[in-house]
């Protein structure tokens, strides 16, 4: 009992310390009162009905910072809104300039201060003038999480090259509905471009491709540097999400059998039945390109086998 007690209370503690002073509504409107959902919805009726089913409406008072309840902890205070019907005597989210947007998105952190926007200050969507009533609708959701709209749509609708590259042959199962952005990207800010969900480009990968990862005896540099060296993971024409065809691909960086000092192929240029065989697809023969833990016939590793 006394050590659930003391859980509690770290937990509790955690909370107030995760909240932190954030943006006061209250401090906005100091002159005025609060008054209550009932009044809001005299004027309001089409706001509160479907806000009425939202996780906002549904807040216990612990969750609450201040003393605020459903409309008025995002809005502040009504009285003076409700007897002037003035949108100036409101905390109101519509026609802003971006640097108002930006200051309203302190109020959003009064309470979403923690997982899952603790990068949030500096990452790509609020540099580039995107904020949280962009893509989410507080007072109805359309989909999961409030968003004004499905994934991959509501993404694509400022990342259009995006939905262009997941149209191409060769694609991630996006538009299937197999996988989500937000699977790979953390939309509310990450240490690491463009705002991923890991490390590195080759960790994420990895969570769904772990067979490619190693470590292997011989390997394939591009591999543990970076996947998108040989792939585009939203969409190529080519296969396997290649950002180029075999063997051009492979051309990029390899100097194919030209000047290699293997009897069999010098002339693999010059003959064009080699010429058919050999400049086609590299890994007809070099078949475990992401690595391999056995040597080739020559006793190298050149990921044949």
Not at 124 to 140: G, K, T
Request: with cysteine; aromatic share 6%; proline share 7%.
């Amino acid at each position: 009992m006394l050590a659930t007690a003391g859980i509690l209370a770290v937990a509790w503690w955690a909370l107030g310390q995760e909240r932190g002073p954030g943006v006061s509504v209250s401090g906005i409107l100091p002159e005025a009162s609060y008054v209550g959902v009932e009044t809001c919805a005299k004027c309001h009726q089409e706001m509160i009905r479907p806000f009425q089913k939202t996780v906002h409406s549904k807040l216990a008072g612990f969750e609450r910072a201040g003393e605020a309840k459903d409309c008025e902890i995002c809005h502040g205070p009504g009285s003076q809104h409700a007897e002037t019907r003035d949108r100036r005597r409101i905390v109101y989210y519509t026609r802003l300039s971006n640097t108002e947007k930006a200051a309203r998105v302190g109020i959003c952190l009064n309470c979403h201060r923690g997982e899952p926007t603790p990068e949030w200050k500096g990452s790509a969507h609020p540099m580039n003038s995107v904020f949280c009533f962009d893509c989410h609708n507080p007072h109805r959701g359309e989909a999961k999480n409030l968003l004004k709209e499905t994934e991959p749509n509501l993404c694509f609708s400022c990342h259009r090259e995006k939905r262009a590259q997941m149209t191409m042959p060769s694609h991630h199962p996006v538009r299937e509905g197999r996988i989500k952005c937000t699977d790979c990207h953390n939309q509310h800010g990450s240490t690491t471009r463009p705002m991923l969900r890991a490390e590195s480009v080759s960790q994420l990968c990895f969570r769904c491709h772990a067979e490619k990862e190693g470590p292997f005896i011989y390997e394939h540099p591009p591999v543990t540097e970076s996947c998108t060296i040989c792939h585009n993971p939203h969409g190529t024409v080519a296969n396997y999400l290649l950002v180029q065809n075999q063997p051009f691909l492979c051309l990029q960086c390899h100097a194919a059998h030209v000047r290699q000092q293997l009897p069999p192929l010098l002339d693999a240029v010059d003959v064009p039945e080699k010429r058919q065989a050999f400049l086609t697809r590299c890994t007809q023969c070099h078949q475990q390109i992401h690595g391999s833990d056995l040597p080739s016939n020559s006793g190298r590793g050149r990921l044949t086998r």
